[in-house]
């Protein structure tokens, strides 16, 4: 069983920047998937980003021009936010998947972090 660890969440002004880390320990599988979702109070949890052990990275058309997401090995990736706004504002979550294969819904992965919060205001 993995655990993910979320970390760098906080409170910005709209235009700020965050960057969330997210560190994956127990039993990880070299080559799976890591992925970032953010979810509003009362909303669905939505895909945000998803990144591979090899490097290779996906972000989700409506943050693409603001969010930059990295993978430092097996076990870390990053999820840069530039230019955030009041909307951006959610819980955030670190997920992994045992596959490697790409996923961008909830379901197919196997391990999630706790969260962490962003709050913009503007």
Request: charged letters at 15%.
């Amino acid at each position: 069983q993995a655990q993910l660890v979320e970390s760098g969440g906080g409170s910005v002004q709209s235009g700020g920047s965050l960057r969330l880390s997210c560190a994956a320990s127990g039993y990880i599988y070299s080559t799976m998937l890591m992925g970032w979702f953010r979810q509003r109070p009362g909303k669905e949890r939505v895909w945000v980003a998803a990144s591979k052990s090899d490097g290779t990275a996906v972000v989700a058309d409506s943050v693409k021009d603001r969010f930059t997401v990295s993978r430092d090995n097996a076990n870390t990736q990053h999820l840069q936010m530039n230019s955030l706004q009041p909307e951006d504002s959610a819980m955030y979550y670190c997920a992994a998947r045992d596959s490697g294969s790409w996923c961008f819904v909830p379901a197919c992965y196997n391990h999630w972090g706790q969260g962490t919060q962003v709050n913009v205001s503007s």
